[in-house]
Each structure stands twice: as C-alpha cells, then as structure tokens.
C-alpha cells in the first residue's frame, strides 16, 4: 500500500486568487491522479499527473484553470487557479502502485472559495 | 463507457443486522470493481476489490462483496452491522486492460446504522 499525505487539509480562499495543493506519497508510485468532490457529490477524476511531462484531463477541465505538475514519482501539486465560489470542493489526490490494483487516497483538501 | 450505479442515496440499518449496499456497472472489457469509504471529514479509504477468481471478495471491518457477472453487480455486504459503519461508501471500477487507469466512481451510498 502506499501512504498519501495533502496539505494544506483545508483553506479558506478569496475569489480571484490560486491555491497549491501537494500530494506527497511514501512510496513510488506508476500513476498519480486528481479528483474533485463537490458538496454532496461523488468523485469526478480532473486530471492523471504524468511525470515530466503534461497532464492528461478530462472533459471539462483544462490547464489553465487546473495546472499540474509531477516533477518526480512521489510528488504531485494540482493548482486552483483564479478561484470562483464554484471551485468550493474538496480536492484528492490518489497514486496506484506498480503492483496494486486499488488505488490509495489522501485526507483531501477542503477548500472554501469566498 | 464505463458507469457505476449506486441506485441508494441511503440505506438504514439497525445495529445487529445485515447491510447491503447495492451497486452495478457497465464496462466494455473485464472489469476491477472496489468499494471504498469515506468517514466525515476524511478521505477514502480501500475497503476490498474484485479483480478475478472467486466471486465472493472479503475485505476490512468484517465487510464483504459479491461480483455477480450476469447481473453485472457489486453489493457490499456485512452480516452484522455496527454503528460505527456509518459513513459514505462509493463503488468504483476500473477495465482491465483498458487504456487508461482511472477509476470510475458512483454517486455514492450513505449508510446510517441505528443503535
């Protein structure tokens, strides 16, 4: 298994301005992915973090508002980027090991946009 | 394309008794199915997975799931429920060899167990 840590685990943000999250993981991990829970609601995958290179996203997210960056295989940053009361989620990181099938999660960051 | 449905935004349960929490799904290929839970304020934890061989998969806290291929369901079970079992469960699943390795997740279950 693989131990996922975010920080910060929540913030409370002005509308207008961009938030960093990190995701570090215990261990070396094939893939690292984004997701965003809105109140109430289930999980809908952002992005897949690839090292070095661009991020892979989903319909209805783009990099300009979502940037990405996986500078190594235990090391993740998800940027909310020039934030609106819409983006108020909680946001989680999740890696899959080489050998695992199951993904692991971290705490999640709740973010509040005001 | 891949789809999980929860059809239960909520299942009550007395403490003592069994639980079920029902989900299906549609993949094109083979599919890994997983169970997952969230507690308040947290993030998700892996409960058990489905990935082949026998169709009755156990997991952590006593929980259980049975891969039904004709039905192409997922129920989580438990014979005794505890109330500390409540919380939010999501099915989830993934194709086996598909081209990607996202997970695809349901709207979700809560589960409230009564004392």
């Known amino acids: 298994s693989a131990v996922i840590s975010q920080k910060p685990s929540r913030d409370i943000c002005q509308r207008g301005t961009s938030l960093t999250i990190q995701c570090q993981v215990d261990?070396?991990?094939?893939?690292m992915f984004w997701y965003r829970q809105q109140p109430g609601q289930s999980l809908t995958l952002i992005a897949t973090?690839?090292?070095?290179?661009?991020?892979?996203?989903e319909s209805g997210f783009v990099i300009d508002k979502f940037p990405i960056s996986r500078p190594n295989l235990t090391f993740s940053t998800l940027t909310v980027s020039n934030m609106s009361p819409e983006d108020s989620s909680i946001y989680l990181c999740s890696g899959l090991t080489g050998k695992g099938t199951e993904a692991f999660f971290g705490q999640g960051t709740r973010l509040t946009v005001v | 394309a891949q789809s999980v449905a929860q059809p239960e935004d909520q299942v009550n349960v007395a403490e003592g008794n069994p639980l079920t929490v029902k989900c299906t799904y549609s993949?094109?290929?083979?599919?890994?199915l997983f169970w997952y839970v969230q507690y308040p304020n947290r993030g998700l934890q892996f409960l058990l997975k489905?990935?082949?061989?026998?169709?009755l998969v156990k997991g952590s806290y006593g929980f259980e799931a049975e891969f039904n291929k004709s039905q192409t369901s997922f129920h989580l079970k438990k014979p005794s429920a505890l109330v500390s079992d409540s919380a939010l469960y999501f099915c989830a699943v993934r194709e086996d060899g598909g081209a990607t390795n996202k997970l695809i997740f349901g709207t979700g279950t809560l589960l409230a167990v009564q004392p």
């Open positions: 261990s070396q991990v094939t893939m």
């Open positions: 973090a690839n090292q070095g290179s661009e991020a892979t996203y």
């Open positions: 993949v094109s290929g083979n599919p890994y």
């Open positions: 489905y990935i082949t061989g026998d169709n």
